[in-house]
């Protein structure tokens, strides 16, 4: 099991070269080649994901039944992501490749993971129930009946505040798990790092190249929104994609002071 060692302070993670505007593109290509390498490793997580995300929103008319699912994402996705990134690390080693290979790296990481998911799950839990406190405050309701969206177009049955106070926590969220994951589960695979430690590696990443990385949460924005588009299918190919690439983003600051 992984210790929670600090092995280095996140503000060591220094880019001292100017990493060019769409080199995020480039990370999507090696992720690419990473997943040709091991198509169905990395697609057995994507197709978990996919399985799990059509059983969570099979009710999805209700915003709050759609918050619960973007929390039980945010508890489970570092852990498949740290199965995705252990594939693209032991390729780039030359070591072993195959899925029962990448689940190892769950028993060896385990503690600092669960951490990882848990801080994510009690931040974005804080900031759902402020919203809709705040909400509550205003409106006096924080969503329609649940009883009137079972057929009904929920959408259409939001009021303009509580569409803006749903947007602005989605807005909100995705930023902050943004800042605080977008390296975080590689540094602690790579790095034994605890899961804070980690966090601050992330964020100190997105303030060293905030115009590659606001490229490259684009990127992942545009992907994410396809896969939902076509009905979670496109998430069996996006999602190990998206997890791949993580590695590749982490090698880009994190493994070249090592």
Same mark, same amino acid.
């Given at each position: 099991?992984?210790?929670?060692?600090?092995?280095?302070?996140?503000?060591? /993670?220094?880019?001292?070269?100017?990493?060019?505007?769409?080199?995020?593109?480039?990370?999507?290509?090696?992720?690419?080649?990473?997943?040709? @390498?091991?198509?169905?490793?990395?697609?057995?997580?994507?197709? /978990?994901?996919?399985? =799990?995300?059509?059983?969570?929103?099979?009710?999805?008319?209700?915003?709050?039944?759609? @918050?619960?699912?973007?929390?039980?994402?945010?508890?489970?996705?570092?852990?498949?992501?740290?199965?995705?990134?252990?594939?693209?690390?032991?390729?780039?080693?030359?070591?072993?490749?195959?899925?029962?290979?990448?689940?190892?790296?769950?028993?060896?990481?385990? &503690?600092?993971?669960?951490?990882?998911? =848990?801080?994510?799950?009690?931040?974005?839990?804080?900031?759902?129930?402020?919203? /809709?406190?705040?909400?509550?405050?205003?409106?006096?309701?924080?969503?329609?009946?649940?009883?009137?969206?079972?057929?009904?177009?929920?959408?259409?049955?939001?009021?303009?505040? &509580?569409?803006?106070?749903?947007?602005?926590?989605?807005?909100?969220?995705?930023?902050?798990?943004?800042?605080?994951?977008?390296?975080?589960?590689?540094?602690?695979?790579?790095?034994?790092?605890?899961?804070?430690?980690?966090?601050?590696?992330?964020?100190?990443?997105?303030?060293?190249?905030?115009?590659?990385?606001? +490229?490259?949460?684009?990127?992942?924005?545009?992907?994410?929104?396809?896969?939902?588009?076509?009905?979670?299918?496109?998430?069996? +190919?996006?999602?190990? /994609? =998206?997890?791949?690439?993580?590695?590749?983003?982490?090698?880009?600051?994190?493994?070249?002071?090592?």
């Amino acid at each position: 099991m992984a210790t929670t060692t600090h092995y280095r302070d996140p503000q060591s /993670l220094q880019v001292n070269r100017r990493i060019p505007l769409f080199r995020p593109f480039g990370w999507l290509a090696d992720a690419g080649r990473d997943l040709l @390498a091991h198509p169905l490793a990395s697609m057995a997580y994507g197709v /978990l994901v996919a399985v =799990l995300g059509a059983l969570v929103l099979a009710y999805q008319r209700h915003p709050l039944f759609i @918050a619960s699912a973007v929390l039980g994402f945010l508890l489970i996705g570092p852990v498949f992501t740290a199965g995705l990134c252990e594939l693209s690390r032991r390729r780039s080693r030359g070591e072993l490749v195959n899925f029962d290979t990448s689940l190892r790296v769950l028993v060896r990481c385990r &503690q600092p993971l669960l951490r990882l998911s =848990l801080i994510l799950l009690v931040v974005a839990a804080a900031w759902f129930a402020i919203s /809709l406190g705040v909400l509550y405050w205003m409106h006096g309701s924080i969503a329609p009946p649940l009883e009137s969206t079972v057929w009904g177009d929920v959408w259409r049955q939001l009021t303009p505040p &509580q569409l803006a106070v749903y947007g602005t926590s989605a807005l909100v969220l995705s930023v902050l798990a943004f800042l605080l994951t977008v390296i975080s589960v590689p540094t602690i695979i790579d790095r034994e790092a605890s899961a804070v430690s980690a966090m601050r590696s992330s964020a100190a990443a997105v303030r060293q190249q905030p115009l590659v990385m606001l +490229v490259w949460a684009l990127l992942v924005c545009a992907l994410v929104i396809v896969g939902f588009a076509t009905w979670l299918l496109g998430l069996v +190919v996006i999602f190990p /994609l =998206l997890g791949h690439a993580t590695w590749r983003v982490y090698e880009e600051f994190g493994r070249q002071d090592r």
